[in-house]
Structure formats: C-alpha cells, structure tokens
C-alpha cells in the first residue's frame, strides 16, 4: 500500500526561520524541521512534502493541489496570513482534506491583533505554542485521522 501524502504548506517569512528573532521562533531552520517530519513520517508510514511562499495566493494553490492529490492532510502554519486571510479560509472550506493549523509561538500569549484566527473555524485542530514540536505533533495528529 502506499504512503499517505500530508502536505506541510508554510506562509511569509517562515524561510527566515533559524537565521532571525530566534527568541521567538526557536532555531531550528526550514530545513531542520522538514528533515524532523520526514523521519517521523517514515516511521508513521507518511510521505512528507514541505513548501514555503511568502504569496497568499502560492498557499491556496497548495491547499487545491493537497485535494487534486488526495492528500490525508494538510499541515498549515499559515504565519501572519493567519489573522488575515479570507481567501485561505475560504480554500480549507473548498476543500475536503483536513487541515491542521500550527503555530511555533502561542499567538494568543502574544499582541492582541494575533488573537484572531481567520483559518481556525475551518480548520481540523489547531497546535500552537511548542515550537518547531508543533509541526511534529500536528503530524502525530494527521497520522490518527
Ligand atoms: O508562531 C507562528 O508560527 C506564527 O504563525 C508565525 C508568524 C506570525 O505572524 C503568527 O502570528 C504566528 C510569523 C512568521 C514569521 O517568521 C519569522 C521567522 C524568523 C524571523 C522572523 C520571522
């Protein structure tokens, strides 16, 4: 049998991961982080597939393409598009894979405008607050759906 596919579709700025304000987002790159989901993923019997953009518009794209591929999940750390987007609200609502929404910060520990998630009412589950472990545990979550 083949491996389920779970996407892992990173928003602006996340390719700075590592190299910037590493109080706040921890120091682990990218890089880092995808070679961590691969390797469990291996484990859990799921290929991993991760992107960045810095386009909101790359992101919906990647939600339309987890549901063309008959992805198990989508894992999406959509950064500041997060509390701001209609239209990545309105793609996880188009589509009919699950999407985990992450976070490495708790948003809701921090500045009043990240509060909102304009994603999270159609979103599977949220995890935030654990640092690059967020992304590790959203697919501990994908692989129990
Ligand atoms: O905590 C998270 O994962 C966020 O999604 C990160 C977003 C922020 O706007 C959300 O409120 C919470 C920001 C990502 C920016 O990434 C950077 C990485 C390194 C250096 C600077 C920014």
Known sequence: MSDKLVLVLNGPNLNLLGKREPGIYGS??????????QERGQELGITVELRQSNHEGALVDGLHEAQERGAAAVI???????????????????????VIEVHLSNPHAREAFRHTSWIAPAAKGTIAGFGADSYLLALEAAARL
């Open 76 to 98: 999406l750390n959509a950064g500041a598009y997060t509390h701001t987007s209609v239209a990545l609200l309105d793609a996880i609502r188009a589509i009919t894979v699950p």
């Open 28 to 37: 682990a790159t990218l890089a880092d982080i995808e070679a961590s989901l």
